[in-house]
C-alpha cells in the first residue's frame, strides 16, 4: 500500500484553514509593491532640509498633495509634497518628515528637524520581494499563512484532498462524556483526543461512535467504515485478551501488518491493510498510551496521507536519576523540561498509561531503548515533545541565500527554522548576542581580501565560535536586457545618467561595493564622501537581491549589484565580478545541537547540493564543504 495523498484540489482561501499546502508558494509581487510613506507628513529630498532645526527651520514650498492610491507626476525638486500614510513615494523624493515636525502655513511648509535618505519609507520588496519562497508544499495552513497569502494578492490555493477517517472508540466500560458514570466505567477520552489530533494533521475525521467487546459489532461497523472512509481507526480492543478482538476483525477483513509494538506503554497496538487497500489502525485503549503512539507512530503515517511534511522534532535531554527496566522494550516516559546551565533535564511524570493529566502537564516522552536495562543519571536520551517548544527552532540570522532555502526545504529543516535576513553584519551581532544558532556570512576583509576568517577577531568571537566552510556564489552587475546603458563596471555608478540600488548596510554585499568605491576613490586621490555623493541612488536600499533586480526591471534603477541568480529570475542581463564565500558562522555551544547537526550533515552532501539547486550555474562546492576553517 502506498500512502499518499489523494489528489490536489484548489479551494477558496479563506477555506483553507487547517488544509495542507500542495505546492510550492513564490510571492507574485513585491511587498509593498510599490515605495510608500510610512507617515503622514511631507515628501522632500533629505538634502534640502540637511540643516533643519528648532532655531533654524527650512522653508519649502508645498508643490501638492499625494493620497492613498493615486500615482501622481508631482516631483520634490525645489520643493514638498504632502504625503498620507501608505501613499506612493513621488519621484526625486528620499525621505517623509513627519507631520510632528513641521508647521504649514500660506503654501509653504516649515520643517523643524533634518530627516536621512529612506526615513519613514519602506522601499518596494522590503519586507517580501517578487520571488521570494513564502511557504513550502506540506504547510498546514493556520491564520497566518492565510493573512500572508492574502497580502500577497492570492485569492485561492492549491491544497490535497484530506483523507477522510473513521474513529471508533471500543469497550464495555466507556461511557460518552455528558451522560451518567456508571461503576467501573470511565468517561471516552481516546475519540476526543484521536479525533481532535487528527483535524490538526491537516485530514478529515469523524468520530463514529462507541462499540461494545463484541466481535460482529466491531466488524460490522469497520466493514461498514470501509466503503466511506480511507482509514479506520479504533482505541482498545486491541491486545490478545478474550475481551480483545479489535486484531481478529482486521485480520479477518485484511492483513494485518502490526500487532503489538516493543514499546511500553502501546504494545497492543496493531495496524493493518484491509482487502480494498484501506489502513486500519489499533490504538491502545489507556489514554496516555494511546497519545504517545499516535504521535511516535500514527502521525507519520497519517502525515503521508495529508501530505503534511514533517521533520522529526526530537532532541536529547539528560536524565536526572538512575532508572532500572526491562530489556526487550522500549520505554516511552511522560516528562517536563527543567532547564540548567548544561541543558535541560527531563523528569518523568508518570508511568501510567492509563493517566490523562499527563497528556497536559508532561511536555513530551523520554524513549529508553530496547537493549537497555539501567540508564544512569546525567546521560543522554531522546526526547519528542508533545507540542512545539521554542527551542525547537533552528535561528537562522544572517545573509539570505536561495541555495540555503532549498538545503533547508530538502532537509525538511525548513519546516522548523525561522530564518531572519538581517544581512552578515547582523548575523555576527546575533551570534555575539547568544540569538543565532547559524549565522550565513560572506564579509570580505579589504586588507588580505578573504572571507570572514579574520572577523573572528574583530567580534571577539575566537574561541567561541567556528567559521564552517559554505559555498561560493557568482555576484556581479544587474542591468537591463540588452545592457541600453552599456555599463561594465563598478566605475560607471559614477556616471551621472546612471541610477543604481544599494544593498541595505551590514550585508556583504553592500561591504563589497563600498570597498570597491573606496578603492576606487584611492587610486584617483578622489575624497570618499564626494564619491558618495555623485552617485544617484547610493542611499536608495533594499533588502534582497531580489528587490536589486525587481528595483532594475521596474527602471526604478539603472543597474544593482547582486548575486547572478536574481537576474535570472527577472530575465535582465547579467555582468560578472567575482566569486564570494558564502560561510556559516556557528556558535561553538550550538555545534552539538541536533538541529544543527543535520544542516551540517546536509551541507557535505555535494551531490545533494547539486540535485537541489535552482540556480546552479551560479555556485560552485568546495571539497572542504561543511567543515571547520577556522575557530
Known amino acids: 500500500m502506498k500512502l499518499t495523498p489523494k489528489g490536489v484540489e484548489r479551494i477558496p482561501l479563506l477555506n483553507s484553514l487547517y488544509r495542507i499546502l500542495a505546492s510550492d508558494i513564490y510571492a507574485p509581487i513585491d511587498y509593498p509593491p510599490f515605495d510608500r510613506s510610512e507617515v503622514d507628513g511631507y515628501a522632500v529630498k533629505s538634502s534640502q532640509v540637511s540643516w533643519a532645526s528648532e532655531i533654524s527651520p527650512v522653508v519649502l514650498h508645498v508643490k501638492g498633495e499625494i493620497q492613498v492610491g493615486e500615482k501622481s507626476t508631482l516631483t520634490c525638486l525645489d520643493g514638498a509634497l504632502r504625503i498620507s500614510t501608505g501613499a506612493l513615494l513621488p519621484r526625486e523624493c528620499d525621505a517623509i518628515v513627519m507631520e510632528e515636525y513641521t508647521e504649514s502655513k500660506n503654501g509653504s511648509v516649515r520643517v523643524y528637524r533634518p530627516v536621512s535618505p529612506g526615513e519613514n519609507i519602506a522601499t518596494a520588496g522590503s519586507d517580501i520581494s517578487a520571488g521570494d519562497l513564502v511557504l513550502v508544499a506540506g504547510t498546514l495552513i493556520k491564520h497566518e499563512h492565510i493573512a500572508l497569502l492574502a497580502g500577497l494578492g492570492f485569492s485561492e490555493i492549491p491544497v490535497y484532498i484530506k483523507p477522510r477517517i473513521a474513529i471508533f472508540s471500543t469497550g464495555n466500560e466507556v461511557v460518552s462524556p455528558g451522560d451518567q458514570l456508571r461503576e467501573g466505567c470511565v468517561y471516552d477520552v481516546n475519540g476526543y483526543l484521536i479525533t481532535s489530533y ?218 522548523v527554522s525561522r530564518i531572519l535576513n538581517t544581512g552578515s553584519t547582523g548575523g555576527w551581532h546575533a551570534v555575539v548576542r547568544g540569538e543565532a544558532d547559524i549565522a550565513p556570512t560572506h564579509l570580505l576583509d579589504p586588507l588580505t581580501n578573504t572571507y570572514n576568517i579574520l572577523f573572528l577577531e574583530k567580534y571577539k568571537l575566537r574561541g567561541r565560535a567556528v567559521i564552517v566552510r559554505g559555498f561560493e556564489r557568482l555576484i556581479g552587475l544587474v542591468v537591463a536586457k540588452g545592457n541600453p546603458k552599456n555599463i561594465h563596471g563598478i566605475e560607471d555608478f559614477l556616471r551621472s545618467d546612471v541610477r543604481i540600488v544599494n544593498r541595505t548596510r551590514g550585508s556583504g554585499i553592500r561591504v563589497f561595493l563600498d570597498l570597491s568605491l573606496k578603492k576606487y576613490a584611492e587610486e584617483r586621490g578622489l575624497e570618499w564622501g564626494r564619491v558618495v555623493e555623485s552617485i544617484k541612488g547610493y542611499t536608495y536600499e533594499v533588502k534582497t537581491h531580489t528587490a536589486v533586480a525587481l528595483a532594475v526591471k521596474q527602471e526604478r534603477a539603472d543597474v544593482g549589484l547582486a548575486v547572478g541568480y536574481a537576474a535570472k529570475l527577472y530575465d535582465l542581463d547579467f555582468i560578472p565580478l567575482k566569486w564570494e564565500e558564502y560561510d556559516f558562522l556557528i556558535p561553538k555551544n550550538r555545534l552539538e545541537k541536533e538541529i544543527v547537526k543535520d544542516f551540517l550533515r546536509a551541507l557535505r552532501n555535494i551531490d545533494l547540493l547539486k540535485r537541489i539547486a535552482r540556480f546552479p550555474e551560479y555556485y560552485r562546492f568546495p571539497d572542504d564543504i561543511g567543515q571547520v576553517r577556522a575557530e
Open 198 to 415: 487528527l483535524r490538526e494533521l491537516g485530514a478529515e475525521p469523524v468520530f463514529s461512535g462507541r462499540l461494545p467487546d463484541n466481535y460482529n459489532d466491531v466488524k460490522d461497523a469497520v466493514l461498514s467504515a470501509l466503503s466511506d472512509y480511507d482509514v479506520v481507526i479504533t482505541s482498545g480492543g486491541t491486545s490478545a485478551g478474550v475481551s480483545d478482538i479489535v486484531y481478529r476483525v482486521f485480520g479477518d477483513l485484511g492483513e494485518i501488518v502490526v500487532h503489538g509494538l516493543k514499546t511500553k506503554p502501546g504494545k497492543p497496538t496493531v495496524i493493518a491493510i484491509s482487502r480494498d487497500n484501506r489502513l486500519l489502525i489499533g490504538l491502545p485503549g489507556f489514554p496516555l498510551s494511546c497519545y504517545m503512539i499516535l504521535i511516535r507512530v500514527i502521525k507519520p503515517l497519517i502525515s503521508r496521507l495529508t501530505g503534511l511534511r514533517l521533520y522529526e522534532e526530537k532532541f536529547y535531554v539528560k536524565l536526572p536519576f538512575t532508572i532500572r527496566k526491562h530489556v526487550g522494550r522500549t520505554w516511552l516516559i511522560p516528562s517536563i523540561l527543567v532547564e540548567s546551565e548544561s541543558g535541560y533535564a527531563a523528569y518523568p511524570v508518570s508511568l501510567s498509561s492509563g493517566s490523562i493529566y499527563s497528556i497536559v502537564y508532561s511536555e513530551g516522552f523520554i524513549e529508553l531503548s530496547e537493549d537497555l536495562d539501567v540508564v544512569e543519571e546525567n546521560t543522554l536520551v531522546p526526547f519528542y515533545p508533545f507540542r512545539e517548544i521554542s527551542r525547537l527552532k533552528l535561528v537562522i540570522i544572517g545573509s539570505n541565500d536561495p541555495l540555503l532555502e532549498d538545503i533547508l526545504r530538502a532537509t525538511g529543516l525548513v519546516y
